[in-house]
């Protein structure tokens, strides 16, 4: 059981807003706050390379971090600055000869990523294949093993989709590529800190996240994992003296393991505060981090489908924290920025987010109120009578 009472204390912030942005950013609770102030304090009175120096245990602590987080090692996990970037220094890696071909389930992938698909697919003449959605809106697991060709050369998926409260089956997609032999890719931006990730368990070679969403760290950092399995067959779109040593004139070496994804400078007070993030997490536990948020998620579902001209979007044959819905008659920005006003915090899914998803379904836009562990019953109460009044 979380105690409830002690995380709130922990989240000053949680005294005067009602936060349900947490699949944009969460609330930093004190210990990462106080880790990415300390390390900013200690920088500025020292100096930023001797406070580094100086920490070398803290931020070797990262990466073991990172590995339990995961169930990956230590060396296989790498510090990017974001949840795009790590994803797409793995994706931009990949040795693809022309023709090859990408399968991926669009109604659920990332708008970035799928950006990157199309760029590459233009550049490099790639093709895109898609697996479709199954009755329950998640990814068709079956069809997508029917949808593989000879020239598949790479499975990337999003595990939960930034503007729904679907949960994609990635292990079950993840015994599909092995039995094929093809690369796996996961986005696991949004599932890190709502619920346990284990690499070998969902049998991915790279999977990327970020920090300031579920695992409430600071904005400005994210993670790579990449696989001991892959990682040779990889060439980093971009080189430089952290990712690689110069071993003679002409001549240069990747230093082992996920590191040479990484950039030589980074912001190390975020490093820190990414390790904090992981450590709060894992104190709390995953598993009832997870209970926890899927427990509010369906009492808000509930809720909210309760309330008269409103309409709960989500499908999946499970559900994630994310809850979005309509309101007949308010369009969602306005209805998003009614609650701000009432000091709640949504956002808006909207379908420059959502081409291949929104469209099939009729959808314009949605409110996306996504639950953490910190809110409570009172604060989803509250949520959804705020949904329910007239807008003036
Ligand atoms: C599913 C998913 N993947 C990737 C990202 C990108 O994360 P970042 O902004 O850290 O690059 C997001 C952000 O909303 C997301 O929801």
Redesign the pocket.
Known sequence: MIDIKRVRADTPACANIIHFNN??ASLVPNPVHSAVVDYLELERSIGGYEAHAATQPEHAALYDNLAKLLGAKPHETAYVE??????DMAFYAFPFREGDRILTHGPAE?V??YLAFLQQAERRGLVIDHAPSDGSGQVDVDALERAIKPRTALIAV?????QTGLINPVADIGAIAKRHGIAFMV?A??SAGQMPLDVAAIGCDVL?G????FLRGPRGT?FLYVSDAIIERLDPPFIDLHSARWVAPDAYEFVPGAKRFENWESFFAGRLGLSAAIDYALGIGIEAIEARVQTLAARLRDELGAVDGVTVADRGARLSAIVTFGKDGEPAPALAARLKRQGINVSVSSLGSARLDFPQRGIESLVRASVHYYNTDAEIDRLVEAVAERPA
Do not use: E, L
Not at 82 to 87: D, G, I, Q, V
């Open positions: 699949a944009g974001n949840a795009t970037r790590a994803w990332y970035s990523n999003t595990h939960v989709p930034t986005d931006c949004q990327s970020t920090g300031r969403k994210g």
